[in-house]
């Protein structure tokens, strides 16, 4: 057994623990209707996760652009692929607790309109991806683009939503800069923060492992 | 992106939507919309996530804690919880069997 074998091991056994106090040891938020608000042990998580690849995305890309070593735009392609993944499911994860606190799975409110200029700017990146075939103009071009599409993210996730009246609950850290969070719910939350971002840092080692072993099986066939 | 790697996608996706239904969990009845405003306006309810169960039993009791914070539903969310768990196991032995694989593709 590795060290890695070892990591996994706990990374397991660690998401289970947040499952399960997630249902069963945090209570349930007042000013929610039923159980609702269990969901921000799995919606705010993969919204962090998100925002942390994209800043990935944005670092790998800037790095590309310095050294124009490829591996660096492995890394842009493999953390921007996981940025929009995690984006997908807060979405999804948000209209599940829109519909049952608002009525409707979708309110056009600031945060899901932020959210979908948000998909709509990295879909973008992917898109321009497929369309250069060069690899080297398209890895280029590409970089140059996520750093663009980076800088509107502090905007649409932190910004926007809060200058404008919005049905969305307060945020963790609340305008006025406090947490009222009660303390069982914010150590789960803690937790489940802790192993998603250890869940997306697996996959995004493996997404560039195997995409590197992909350029490798393809150089050799050349 | 391979086959493999969107099925990878896939589990991740329905182990996330698995906490969905907890939140339906005892919310069907008079389920009235909600205003949850923010400083920025609109009427002050109840925007902060603050505790409505009782304080904890000391013994540690986590079935009769959670069962006091969602008015009985707590069969409901065992249920919801137990597919989450399969869910995350399942993810896992494919995640891990993935990278198992790769790392025997990469060599020594």
Redesign the interface.
Known sequence: MTRRDIL?GA??LW??AV??A????A????????????????HVP?AWVATLSFLVSFIASVQYLRTRDPRWDVRAHASA?LGI?FT??AT??GS??AR????SYWNWDPRETSITFLLLIYAAYFALRGAVPDPERKAALAAVYAILAFVTVPFLVFVVP?????????T?I???GRI???S??FRVFMASLAGFTG?AA??YD??C??EA?RRKAEEEIL | MTKRTVLCWCLVAAFLLAGGPAAVVRAQGGATRAAVPRDSGGPDLAPAIEVEAPAPDPAGNVAASSAVSDGGGSSGLMAVMGVTLIIWLGLFLYVFGLDRKVRRLEGP
């Open positions: 996994l990374l397991f998401m289970a499952i399960w997630a249902f069963l040891w209570p349930a938020a007042a000013g929610f209707l039923g159980q609702s608000s269990r969901i921000v042990f799995f993969t692929s993944v997908i499911l999804v994860t599940i607790f049952i606190m608002w009525g809060r200058i404008y009246w919005s049905l969305h609950p307060d963790i609340n305008t006025k009222t969070m009660d069982r719910m869940l697996w996959l493996l997404e492992r195997i072993l």
